[in-house]
């Protein structure tokens, strides 16, 4: 079964509701190389935003009421003019989130992110695969626990996830193989008590993130024949309340070199807004983009299996 013949045989019409969120991601550069990233980032990568994008998306942030600024990369913090999008955004009244990989806070030139961050309260996202090292550094390379730890708390004594400081520190599950997260409520509970108890770490919510089948992973599981099992099990456990919820339908993706997408995994396979829709943040046309039609393809059911997957977490 193919993902639009799922919508049709649940009289689902999956239309834009609004638009809340401008995705960016600024570059992918990376200082890592994670086993299951869906947009090939690492250290060798030069794809980088540039001043004047940036500057179109400030425009774009001023001129419409788009409530949230979503950053993301690569290691978004490692492109020159980060901290000027960041500021900026802030300025113009936007909720500003950031996808940080924890790492990078050790990065030469960047050992004053932490502070940067209270400054501009700004929302970390942040990857941790398990509460354990070998799941984590099976999926992110070796040391990046020990590290990932390190950042937390750091975080934590800046006042990151602790009652009433308004800063907020999110964290993002994904599976280390080729199988469905957890309820993302139960095992939110899970990684809040043994975080705290190993490490003293506290967070504010846990994301549920299934892997999807493109880029990296889909590399993973056809090295390892395990694609075709993994595609029966993500169509099988399609959830039609899920679908209902997925982000596309309040957000669209920006690439770095400033073409529209309706999520950053449609612009990992290089499938632009369509249907009419403006292509480019040249571009940009409010009005088009709500009554956009959005693109799907078979890669969607990762979104909509289960309890459903977004870059919030679960939908469902």
């Known amino acids: 079964m193919h993902f639009e013949e799922a919508l049709s045989k649940y009289n ?9 969120t401008l995705q960016v991601n600024v570059g992918r550069l990376c200082n890592q190389a994670c086993k299951h990233c869906h947009v090939d980032a690492g250290p060798a990568r030069t ?42 955004a802030k300025a113009l009244g936007k ?7 924890l790492t990078v806070l050790f990065e030469p030139g960047l050992e004053d992110l932490v502070e940067f961050y209270v400054r501009n309260a700004v929302e970390i996202v942040s990857s941790l695969p398990y509460f354990q090292e070998f799941e984590t550094d099976t999926q992110r390379g070796k040391g990046v626990f020990e ?41 939110e509970r899970e990684f809040k008590r043994e975080l705290d108890h190993r ?4 967070f504010n919510r846990l994301f549920t993130i299934t892997n999807m089948p493109i880029s990296r992973f889909l590399h993973f599981l056809q090295r390892t024949g395990n694609y075709e099992t993994y595609m029966e099990k993500l169509v099988s456990s399609f959830n039609p309340a899920a679908a209902e919820g997925v982000m596309c339908r309040s ?7 400033g073409r529209l997408y309706d999520c950053d995994f449609n612009q990992m396979l290089d499938l632009n807004l369509n ?18 039609r959005i693109v799907f393809g078979d890669h969607c ?5 289960g309890a459903g997957s977004s870059c919030g977490g679960a939908t469902a």
């Open 251 to 257: 957000l669209i993706s920006v690439g770095y070199d």
């Open 12 to 20: 689902l019409d999956l239309d834009p509701l609004s638009l809340e």
């Open 95 to 101: 909720h500003v989130m950031v996808r940080c990989n």
């Open 47 to 88: 794809e980088i935003m540039d001043r004047k994008t940036i500057d179109r998306i400030l425009d774009i942030l001023r001129d419409h009421p788009i409530a949230n600024l979503d950053i993301t990369g690569g290691a978004p913090e490692l492109n020159p003019h980060f901290r000027y999008l960041v500021e900026s």
């Open 275 to 292: 249907h009419g829709a403006p292509h480019t943040i040249l571009d940009f046309d409010f009005d088009r983009i709500v009554n956009r």
């Open 301 to 305: 059911f990762g979104c909509t299996a």
């Open 199 to 202: 490490y003293g770490i506290t």
């Open 147 to 187: 590290k990932s730890i390190k950042a937390l708390r750091m975080l934590n004594d800046a006042g990151y996830g602790q009652e009433d400081s308004g800063l907020l520190i999110d964290l993002v599950y994904n599976p280390v193989g080729a199988f469905l997260p957890p309820p993302q409520e139960s095992l």
